[in-house]
């Protein structure tokens, strides 16, 4: 990775508020499939946004719930990994550090974030369909092997559908999240994409908000996004390589080696 930009390093060291927005790439090196890359086994031919809406879950209740069932086992099965981590220690050397995440797992919750600003739901968190209810999440969902097709469970208050704990496309976010990342965007000095195709809104607007308010922009992804031209730095690599060198470059103390 090339140098960091000192301009880069001066802010993470002096900003008082401090946004981090990730997507599924900062999930990827825990072993769990970003959004947009080939879907694997019994999900192969399909496109996980087709699966993920809720058209789908009307049309076919039991093969969308069993997919969401078996991401849900593969994160209960996968650890956070070092850009979780470091996002985590992050807020321990920033005054007002906000994670927003379009992530649907708890990785970075297990990795030791507080409060986590989930803007597309969390697959922790099935509800029910009809009343809203929450639901508990079923014990052991099945990962190997995936089940194609699972009924939903029947909420205890109505009996009606549960679904999965997530924000399908078509569907608004959660208001209330979305109005604190409206809010954090808009106030940020520094914000930093991690993960994240920005394709899908209108999270990815919090960039564009971001930039308008000023903020300094950072984006630290395995591609480009095309968004290139509007961020002050971008960083090309895997985020769980990236961002520990960036906090060990801004905060060298704190991550010297104890001497042999
Ligand atoms: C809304 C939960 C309006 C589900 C997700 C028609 C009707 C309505 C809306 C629309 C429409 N047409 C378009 C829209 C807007 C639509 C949208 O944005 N579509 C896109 C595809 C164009 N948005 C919506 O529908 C939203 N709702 O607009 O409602 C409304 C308002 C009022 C009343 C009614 C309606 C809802 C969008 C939320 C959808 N739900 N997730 C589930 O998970 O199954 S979105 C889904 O995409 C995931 O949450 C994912 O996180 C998110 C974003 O994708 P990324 O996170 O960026 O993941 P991706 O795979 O794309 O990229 C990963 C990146 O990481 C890559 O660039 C890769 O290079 C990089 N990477 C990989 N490995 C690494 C890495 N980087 C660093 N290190 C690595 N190791
Ligand atoms: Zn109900």
């Not at 699966?51 to 099965?77: G, H, K, N, Q, S």
């Not at 470091?86 to 550090?97: D, F, K, N, S």
């Not at 999270?203 to 509007?230: H, K, W, Y």
Request: contains cysteine; hydrophobic residues 45%; neutral net charge.
């Amino acid at each position: 990775m090339s140098a960091l930009d000192p301009r880069l390093l001066q802010r993470l060291r002096c900003a008082q508020r401090v946004v981090v927005f990730t997507g599924a790439g900062v999930s990827a090196e825990s072993g769990v499939p970003t959004f947009r890359e080939k879907q694997s086994g019994l999900w192969q031919r399909f496109d996980p946004a087709e699966l993920a809406t809720p058209a789908a879950f009307r049309r076919d209740p039991a093969r969308v719930w069993a997919w969401y069932e078996w991401r849900r086992a593969r994160i209960l099965a996968a650890q956070p990994n070092a850009a979780h981590r470091a996002i985590a220690e992050l807020a321990r050397h920033v005054p007002q550090l906000t994670l927003i995440t379009q992530n649907v797992d708890d990785l970075h919750e297990r990795a030791g974030s507080g409060e986590v600003v989930h803007l597309h739901g969390e697959l922790a968190r099935p509800r029910c369909a009809e009343c809203g209810r929450p639901h508990p999440a079923p014990a052991d969902p099945p990962l190997e092997p995936p089940q194609a097709h699972l009924d939903p469970p029947r909420c205890a208050s109505c009996g009606g559908q549960v679904r999965p704990g997530v924000v399908w496309f078509g569907e608004p976010l959660p208001q209330a999240h979305w109005q604190h990342a409206l809010e954090a965007a808009r106030c940020a000095e520094l914000f930093i994409c991690c993960g994240s195709s920005l394709l899908v809104q209108p999270a990815a607007s919090l960039l564009d908000l971001a930039i308008e308010a000023g903020a300094f922009t950072v984006q630290i992804n395995a591609e480009p996004t095309g968004r290139e031209e509007t961020i002050a730095v971008v960083l090309c690599g895997r985020a769980g390589e990236v961002l520990p060198q960036l906090l060990a470059a801004a905060w060298p103390a704190a991550h010297a080696k104890p001497a042999p």
